[in-house]
């Protein structure tokens, strides 16, 4: 792994805005949020009927606390799958991971991020990868 003194924790980000402060404090370094879709609607279709906005307050205020953000997103055609340039998108403008689960043939998620450069080093079951302007980096959960 990168680095052996990290703490991660995983969350759908619902109550994350109330406890990124204490997770800091008790010494956690990383945050993955399962979040499949930045879409209001599909959002609280997908999720028993919860809000979409909890989650990305709670994102912003994890990154404002320091702590290393990873978005794990499960993309299925024909529900998601038209948000692949958008989650790409939030690497250019922040330092998060957005890790893409095998959901989906991540050939074919690729070949709508041409110029997608591999990261090397180890980052265990997620292949990663980079744009040279980005901020954050886009990986491949190994299926």
Do not use: C, W
């Amino acid at each position: 792994m990168e680095n052996a003194q990290k703490k991660t924790v995983v969350t759908d980000g619902q109550d994350l805005a109330e406890k990124a402060a204490d997770l800091k404090k008790n010494g956690v370094t990383d945050v993955t949020v399962i979040v499949n879709t930045f879409n209001y609607t599909r959002y609280k279709e997908s999720n028993g009927g919860k809000e979409l906005q909890p989650v990305i307050d709670g994102i912003n205020k994890a990154i404002g606390e320091g702590l290393n953000v990873r978005l794990n997103v499960g993309l299925k055609e024909g529900f998601n799958d038209d948000e692949i340039l958008d989650f790409l998108q939030l690497t250019l403008m922040h330092k998060y991971d957005v890790v893409f689960l095998p959901t989906m043939d991540q050939e074919k998620i690729k070949a709508k991020m041409p110029g997608l450069r591999k990261v090397e080093g180890d980052f265990g079951e997620v292949d990663m990868y980079k744009y040279a302007v980005a901020r954050g980096r886009i990986g491949f959960l190994r299926g």
